[in-house]
């Protein structure tokens, strides 16, 4: 498997924190590796590198973010096989904590046993929307009335089986009664051109994805899933505030080491995470990416994670999802 490293190039010990050792805080004592699962140039890449960027200024060492394109099992993966000394680190997606464990029939790792969520990191919203020119709803009530009347019922797209919008878009049909057809591509890049050309009639996606679109108006935002109104996109409402209830689905990110990591050290990471997202600039470069920084202890993170596990493991029991 190929990847791709990057080095942010501040030089390791100019800007290192005062008192992080007088304070016996040693870590990290060297460059640190940032393994992410996905492409460079996407949202979560980018998120990746801002924070990553902040955190080698404040430690004084070098952070290398390592792209492994294919998915969040292979970023997985790599970081349980690695040396527990706090010096590797991985952005795990919530489909390793709350999904996968669910989607498929083997993994090559235990989310519970091999890795240590030490914080959330963001987590972005996921837009309802529709080809304008290929669907006349304007909101989600008259797009549930059209696709129940559809012959036939609809399809929907996703960047593929098991992912948050694949799922999103089949509680979505469960809920509303709507026959619907899942079609899943490899990710966005095939799914919007596909949604233009009316062969695809609806997708939950990442805002992040579909903004150029939506603001071209060559899609139609109907609802967001986020718990609120997202700053991007103030006309478009909630999916509660369109009736649906019960649809805050916000795909969210973690930082884990693998296990064996001495407890400081993954507590150190959350501490400078919560640090080095505060403030209103932080926040406006995550809203650019259709993100928004979340912070928590390692404790508040295992928590969060198990409440949120029942919803997922619902959610591909209604997708009829399996990969075997």
Known sequence: MTHRRSVLLVAAGSLAAP??????????????????GFPPGG????????????????????????????????????????????????????????????????????????????????????????????????????????????????????????TTIHLSGALFAARNGIEATHVPFRGAAQTIPATLSG???????????????I??????ALAITADQRWPTLPEVPTMAEAGVADFVVMPWSTWSFPAG?????????????????????????????GARWRASTPEETRAFIQSELPRWQEMVRISGARVE
């Not at 050792?21 to 640190?32: C, D, F, I, L």
């Not at 603001?215 to 139609?220: A, N, S």
């Open 199 to 213: 062969d695809i009639h609806f997708a939950i996606d990442g805002l992040a994805s579909y903004m150029p679109v």
């Open 19 to 36: 008192g992080l050792r007088a304070q016996g805080r040693e870590w990290p004592s060297r460059t640190v590796r940032v393994i992410v």
């Open 43 to 162: 949202s979560v890449d980018v998120l990746t590198r801002i924070l990553a960027e902040r955190m080698q200024a404040r430690t004084g060492q070098i952070w290398v973010v390592e792209n492994r394109p294919g998915g969040g099992n292979i970023s997985a993966e790599a970081l349980a096989r690695s040396a527990p000394d706090g010096h590797t680190i991985a952005m795990l997606p919530i489909s390793i904590y709350a999904i996968n464990r669910f989607l498929y029939a083997r993994l090559p790792f235990d989310p519970d046993r091999d890795l240590i969520p030490a914080s959330l990191v963001w987590d972005f919203p996921n837009v309802a929307v529709v080809p304008a020119q290929h669907v006349s709803a304007r909101d989600i009530a008259s797009f549930v009335a059209w696709a129940k009347a559809r012959p036939g019922g609809i399809s929907y797209g996703s960047s593929g089986v098991g």
């Open 261 to 289: 990591t001495p407890p400081r050290i993954v507590a150190r990471l959350a501490e400078l995470v919560r640090e080095l997202t505060a403030g209103p600039e932080m926040a406006r470069r995550a809203i650019e990416v």
């Open 215 to 220: 603001q071209e108006g060559k899609v139609r």
